[in-house]
């Protein structure tokens, strides 16, 4: 948990989802699995996000109506995540040929840097095997599933304060417009894509803009405000700082508890 919101933390303050590579980086120091190994575990999870939020998109589109804007990203979004689940599900299932013809897919690669690449594409697709049995595959889609849908009773009770006379199940549009507009990496926690698609949804709804535009600004807050500040803490608290490699700083996250 404290890897995850120090990641995320790391997300929200700087550019490009920067904080995905922390968070690898961190795995690997403290137990000494290969970074690219997190990295798989991690495009499994940005995938399966993209998978899921595309879904509720569509379903919420399929249900109100139409917006040219809601429907490009939509149809952009769900072909891109559902071709790289496909890419990241063969990978997986036939792990073995890939790494057995790998040597035909680096050919391309300087000698000097060959083995480095062989390594580290070897340690990625270890990190996608989860996926290589229908067990992992349904259990990643699910618990998916089951994460966006408690961010989005989060933004109901937003839209409670606000006195908003919406139907619960439409905040899953909400969420799926102005999550899937930060996805791919961007500004520092989305900001601007999130609030653009998400007053786009709001406005689809039949919420008056400027209600749409203070809404979706405060649930932004309410989103990054909190994960932002315990990840700092937690990155201050362990001393971590920027000194990635010095073994005693990564001791709390090995062992479960501060030093």
Partial sequence: MSIILIGYAANNLLPIRLG?????????????IPKMQIMGTIVIERLFDGLVL??????????????????????????GFV??????????????????KMHVLLSFAPNK???HLRLWLSNFITGLLSLRKLNGFVNVLLLSFLSWSLEAIAFWFVGLSFGLS??????????????????????SGGIGPFEFFGSEMLVL???????????????HVFVLLPVTLVG???FWRFETSLQLFGPSKWAFLKNGHSK
Avoid at 20 to 32: D, F, P, S
Avoid at 166 to 181: D, K
Wanted: proline share 3%; aromatic share 4%; charged share 10%.
């Fill in 232 to 234: 700092i803490i937690l």
């Fill in 83 to 100: 071709m790289g689940t496909l890419v990241i599900a063969f990978l997986a299932i036939k792990a073995d040929l890939v790494r057995q």
């Fill in 166 to 187: 919406i139907h619960p199940l439409t905040y899953l549009g909400i969420v799926s417009a102005a999550n899937l507009a930060m996805i791919a990496p961007s500004t």
């Fill in 54 to 79: 595309a879904i509720f998109l569509t379903m919420i589109i399929a249900t109100l109506g139409d917006s040219s804007v809601l429907q490009s990203l939509a149809i952009v979004a769900g072909t």
């Fill in 20 to 32: 995905e590579i922390l968070r690898a980086l961190i795995v690997e120091k403290c137990y000494a």
């Fill in 205 to 219: 709804l039949g919420v008056g803009s400027s209600m749409a535009v203070a809404f979706i600004i405060t649930v």
């Fill in 113 to 115: 840097v060959r083995p």
